[in-house]
């Protein structure tokens, strides 16, 4: 807030709406900005997690194909304690009155803006 006897002050005891509307950023530049996070944050369609994968028969030898099941159940796990502590009041920072989980680990995604799911690969 300006102080008191500043030019801005009087500005904005004069005219509120004209002093707020000095305070934003312009409408085409926030667009850009808000588009730019959205292309450079969204998953892609076809996006491959870790602990996917995008052809079903990658192999058929059975020491990998175990290791590969054994890995998905523990992030399974994973996501099962993030929920977990997501729900526990005593954690800070994990339950408030904005009620937003921690997802950014989470090793699944549904797609889009999720802030889950691991890529298997980052592009940026």
Known sequence: ????????????????D??????????LQTLV????????STHSSDEVYLGQRDTKHWT??????????KFGKK??????????MNSDVRLKNRVGEVKVPYTLLFP????????????NSVSI
């Open 1 to 16: 807030m300006p102080e008191k006897g500043t030019i801005e002050y009087n500005e904005l005891v004069e005219n509120p």
């Open 18 to 27: 004209k002093a707020f509307l000095k305070t934003i950023t312009a409408q």
């Open 33 to 40: 900005g808000v588009s730019l996070i959205e292309i450079l």
């Open 60 to 69: 058929y030898d059975a020491e990998p194909l175990e290791a590969f099941n």
């Open 75 to 84: 992030l399974k796990e994973i996501e099962e304690r993030i929920v977990a």
């Open 108 to 119: 699944t995604s549904e797609g889009g803006l999720t802030g889950s799911g691991i890529p």
